[in-house]
């Protein structure tokens, strides 16, 4: 593919001067914001198999179950939950997770009683999902209408909106095909406004180019739901896993880091890298805290109604 149009008003007027230009490989990358409606999105015009990139090392599939990232993730989807569970009673709930990766999350909601579905169209996260948490998972790609029956009182898209070509025009699909009237929609992306992403510029962890295509500005976040007649109930800016491990990469690039934290905690797990962690950890978590205070932390998630109709 290439990638030239804004992903959410289709406008092919990027404004002259890019954001950041950036070479991986012998590729072009550059981070542009429309001239139109403003969005920052990754502009590239030679030809990319960017679905090729999600079977790299990076995206591979683990069992991580008895780790500690998988007791992190539990506590954070937790929270999630019991945040969802304020705005909704459980009793008879379903949801529906969109971009259900592996299904820890899923696997979390129905252990506190959510009838619960998903999409993924990674087959081999999927085949993870059902075979180790016996989950329905459906696996082709979405081009609208109802998902495995619709009718949910929960959306989940995790990291999902970012990766798309066109995610205002999917969640618009999704929400009018699925969500019960009061159902509760919950999206959480990447915050290009943050402070770790000011602090590391080209290298922050979350640009992940060109996976990503789109990167969500608090205000743009915020439009997207409201054009599509949803009230937002809750914002939160705070993520252990995502948001932490991206300050700490953040503080890292000032240092010289040029890696893919990810990456390095999977492949090369060494004393050196290890103590690097334990040492810069208690201060990730602080700033990462206080920039999430300020609604400037690495990830948003966002909380929306459907408004009574
Ligand atoms: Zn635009």
Known sequence: MIHLNCPICKSNRPKDQAIFKIKKGTYNYQIVRCQDC?????????????SKLYDEQDYQVRDTKGTIFYS????????????????IDTKNSSLLD?????????????????????????????????????LEIATNTYNGGEILGGNFNVITLFHVL?????????????????????????VEVPNILSWQAKLAGKHWL????????SHFSEEKLF??????????????????HLGVI?????????????????GDLKEKKTIILMLLIAISLPFAILLELIASLCNKGGVMRYYAQNKIS
């Not at 300050?247 to 990810?262: A, D």
């Open 38 to 50: 403003n969005h920052i999105y990754t502009f590239f015009d030679t030809d990319i198999d960017v």
């Open 72 to 87: 992190i993730q539990k506590f954070e989807y937790e929270a999630v939950l019991k945040q969802i569970m304020k705005i």
């Open 98 to 134: 969109f971009g259900a990766g592996k299904g820890l999350f899923l696997n979390f909601a129905q252990e506190l009683g959510f009838k619960v579905k998903g999409v993924e169209t990674s087959i081999p996260r999927a085949s993870y999902a059902q075979q180790v948490f016996g």
């Open 162 to 186: 970012e990766h798309l070509d066109q995610p205002k025009n999917l969640l618009k699909n999704l929400v009018v095909n699925n969500l019960n009237p009061k159902g509760l929609l919950v």
């Open 206 to 213: 979350h640009l992940d180019i060109p996976r990503h295509l």
């Open 223 to 240: 439009n997207i739901l409201n054009d599509m007649n949803l009230t937002i109930i809750k914002k939160e800016f705070f993520s252990w």
């Open 246 to 262: 991206g300050m700490m990469q953040s503080i890292w690039t000032w240092f010289g880091y040029k890696g893919f934290l990810i």
